[in-house]
T-cell receptor, first 116, second 113 residues
Framework: AQSVSQHNHHVILSEAASLELGCNYS??????LFWYVQYPGQHLQLLLK??????LVKGIKGFEAEFIKSKFSFNLRKPSVQWSDTAEYFC??????????????FGQGTTLQVKP | KAGVTQTPRYLIKTRGQQVTLSCSPI?????VSWYQQTPGQGLQFLFE???????NKGNFPGRFSGRQFSNSRSEMNVSTLELGDSALYLC????????????FGPGTRLTVL
C-alpha cells in the first residue's frame, strides 16, 4: 500500500532559522506531490505542488520544495522562518496508477512552532 | 470565487445515531473528495465522487457512505455512530484534471458522546 512518511513530528525553531521538513513516499509510479499547511484555527491551504518539470518548486510565503525521484522524497524548505509560520504542515501524494483520482495520501503532519 | 463550504461546522451526536454532512464545491469543480482527520490517524481518505458516481473509496466500514448531486454538491452519511467516529471531516474539491489541485473546506467537527 502507498504511504507517506514525514520524519519530523514536532519542530521548534527560533525566528530567522532555516527550515527543512522531510517527506518520503512509497510508490514507484507517477505521482503528484503537495504540501499543505494548516494554521491554528484555519483550514488546510495549499503551500505548493509538483506535477512535472523542474523538480524545484516554489510556493507561497517563501517556501520551496525539491522533488528527488531517486529518493522518493519531496522535502519542504524555507531559508528564514517567521513567527507566523507556526502551523501544522502536511505532505500529500496523489498516485496516478489508475488514472485520474482524487485520492490524496497524507503524511502524519509536522507541527512547527516558531519562537519569536 | 467562493471557497468550499461545509455545513454544519459543528455537530454533537450520541452513539447509535446517524449524521449527514454537506459539502458545496467551488463553482466549476466537479470532483468532491472526503477525508477524516483525527489526532491518532491523521488525514485519511474516505471517498471521491465525480459526476454523481463514487470513483474511489478508502478503507472505511460501510457505515460511511456518500452521494453527489447533479450540481456537484456532495453529502456524506455516517450511520450507527461510534465514539471513534469523532473527528474533523473535510471535503476537498477540484475540477477533475490530472494536474488539478484539491481545495479544502473548513470541515465539520463531529463529536460523538
Amino acid at each position: 500500500a502507498q504511504s507517506v512518511s514525514q520524519h519530523n513530528h514536532h519542530v521548534i525553531l527560533s525566528e530567522a532559522a532555516s527550515l527543512e521538513l522531510g517527506c518520503n513516499y512509497s510508490y514507484g509510479g507517477t505521482v503528484n506531490l503537495f504540501w499543505y499547511v494548516q494554521y491554528p484555527g484555519q483550514h488546510l491551504q495549499l503551500l505548493l505542488k509538483y506535477f512535472s518539470g523542474d523538480p524545484l518548486v516554489k510556493g507561497i510565503k517563501g517556501f520551496e520544495a525539491e522533488f528527488i525521484k531517486s529518493k522518493f522524497s519531496f522535502n519542504l524548505r524555507k531559508p528564514s522562518v517567521q513567527w507566523s509560520d507556526t502551523a501544522e504542515y502536511f505532505c500529500a501524494v496523489n498516485a496516478l496508477h489508475s488514472g485520474n483520482t482524487g485520492k490524496l495520501i497524507f503524511g502524519q503532519g509536522t507541527t512547527l512552532q516558531v519562537k519569536p | 470565487k467562493a471557497g468550499v463550504t461545509q455545513t454544519p461546522r459543528y455537530l454533537i451526536k450520541t452513539r447509535g445515531q446517524q449524521v449527514t454532512l454537506s459539502c458545496s464545491p467551488i463553482s466549476g469543480h466537479r470532483s468532491v473528495s472526503w477525508y477524516q482527520q483525527t489526532p491518532g490517524q491523521g488525514l485519511q481518505f474516505l471517498f471521491e465522487y465525480f459526476s454523481e458516481t463514487q470513483r474511489n473509496k478508502g478503507n472505511f466500514p460501510g457505515r460511511f457512505s456518500g452521494r453527489q448531486f447533479s450540481n456537484s454538491r456532495s453529502e456524506m452519511n455516517v450511520s450507527t455512530l461510534e465514539l471513534g467516529d469523532s473527528a474533523l471531516y473535510l471535503c476537498a474539491t477540484r475540477t477533475s484534471g490530472k494536474t488539478d489541485t484539491q481545495y479544502f473546506g473548513p470541515g465539520t467537527r463531529l463529536t460523538v458522546l
